[in-house]
Protein backbone atom coordinates (compact mmCIF):
# COMPACT_ATOMS: atom_id res chain seq x y z
CA UNK A 1 0.00 0.00 0.00
CA UNK A 2 1.33 3.07 -1.32
CA UNK A 3 0.22 6.93 -0.77
CA UNK A 4 1.27 9.15 -3.64
CA UNK A 5 2.79 11.52 -4.80
CA UNK A 6 6.13 10.32 -3.14
CA UNK A 7 3.98 6.51 -3.30
CA UNK A 8 5.65 6.30 0.60
CA UNK A 9 4.32 3.57 2.89
CA UNK A 10 1.30 4.32 4.16
CA UNK A 11 1.39 5.32 7.88
CA UNK A 12 -1.37 3.41 9.82
CA UNK A 13 -2.49 2.68 13.35
CA UNK A 14 -1.65 -1.40 13.47
CA UNK A 15 1.76 -0.75 11.57
CA UNK A 16 0.49 -2.89 8.91
CA UNK A 17 1.97 -2.07 5.34
CA UNK A 18 1.21 -5.49 3.34
CA UNK A 19 -0.79 -8.93 3.80
CA UNK A 20 0.27 -12.02 2.74
CA UNK A 21 -0.31 -16.18 3.58
CA UNK A 22 2.14 -15.32 6.86
CA UNK A 23 -0.27 -12.32 8.05
CA UNK A 24 -1.00 -13.29 11.23
CA UNK A 25 -4.78 -14.36 11.93
CA UNK A 26 -5.72 -14.04 7.93
CA UNK A 27 -9.48 -15.56 7.53
CA UNK A 28 -10.01 -17.10 4.44
CA UNK A 29 -13.96 -17.77 3.25
CA UNK A 30 -15.33 -21.46 3.51
CA UNK A 31 -14.90 -21.33 -0.27
CA UNK A 32 -10.79 -20.86 -0.06
CA UNK A 33 -11.37 -16.92 -1.16
CA UNK A 34 -10.29 -14.17 0.43
CA UNK A 35 -11.59 -10.57 1.35
CA UNK A 36 -8.85 -7.76 1.84
CA UNK A 37 -9.96 -5.35 3.04
CA UNK A 38 -8.65 -1.89 1.53
CA UNK A 39 -9.83 1.11 3.53
CA UNK A 40 -8.97 3.69 5.82
CA UNK A 41 -11.17 2.89 9.05
CA UNK A 42 -11.46 -0.50 10.48
CA UNK A 43 -13.66 -3.10 9.14
CA UNK A 44 -14.13 -3.91 12.34
CA UNK A 45 -12.88 -6.36 15.23
CA UNK A 46 -13.90 -10.12 13.33
CA UNK A 47 -12.39 -8.37 9.98
CA UNK A 48 -9.76 -6.33 11.00
CA UNK A 49 -7.31 -10.05 10.25
CA UNK A 50 -7.94 -8.90 6.59
CA UNK A 51 -7.17 -4.85 6.78
CA UNK A 52 -4.78 -3.15 4.81
CA UNK A 53 -5.12 0.23 6.19
CA UNK A 54 -5.22 2.91 3.06
CA UNK A 55 -4.71 6.68 3.45
CA UNK A 56 -8.19 8.99 2.96
CA UNK A 57 -7.09 10.41 -0.50
CA UNK A 58 -5.39 8.26 -3.36
CA UNK A 59 -3.47 4.88 -2.79
CA UNK A 60 -1.94 2.61 -5.00
CA UNK A 61 -2.06 -1.23 -4.28
CA UNK A 62 1.40 -3.40 -5.43
CA UNK A 63 0.72 -7.30 -5.67
CA UNK A 64 4.30 -8.83 -5.36
CA UNK A 65 4.21 -12.77 -6.52
CA UNK A 66 7.21 -14.56 -5.03
CA UNK A 67 7.69 -18.17 -6.88
CA UNK A 68 4.57 -17.75 -8.92
CA UNK A 69 2.73 -20.77 -10.48
CA UNK A 70 2.82 -21.13 -14.23
CA UNK A 71 -0.46 -18.82 -15.07
CA UNK A 72 0.94 -16.10 -13.20
CA UNK A 73 4.33 -15.74 -15.64
CA UNK A 74 1.98 -17.15 -19.21
CA UNK A 75 -0.33 -14.76 -18.08
CA UNK A 76 -3.41 -16.17 -17.98
CA UNK A 77 -3.75 -15.82 -14.55
CA UNK A 78 -6.05 -12.44 -13.82
CA UNK A 79 -5.79 -10.43 -10.41
CA UNK A 80 -9.49 -9.87 -9.10
CA UNK A 81 -10.95 -6.45 -9.22
CA UNK A 82 -11.11 -4.30 -6.32
CA UNK A 83 -14.69 -3.20 -5.43
CA UNK A 84 -15.90 -0.94 -3.43
CA UNK A 85 -18.02 -2.65 -0.70
Known sequence: MYQP???YLVANPINRYS???RTPGLTYN??????IYFQKDSPGPEKESNWLPAPAGPFRVAMRMYQPREAALDG???LPP????
Open 19 to 21: IGD
Open 30 to 35: PDGSLD
Open 76 to 78: TYV
Open 5 to 7: PEF
Open 82 to 85: IRRG
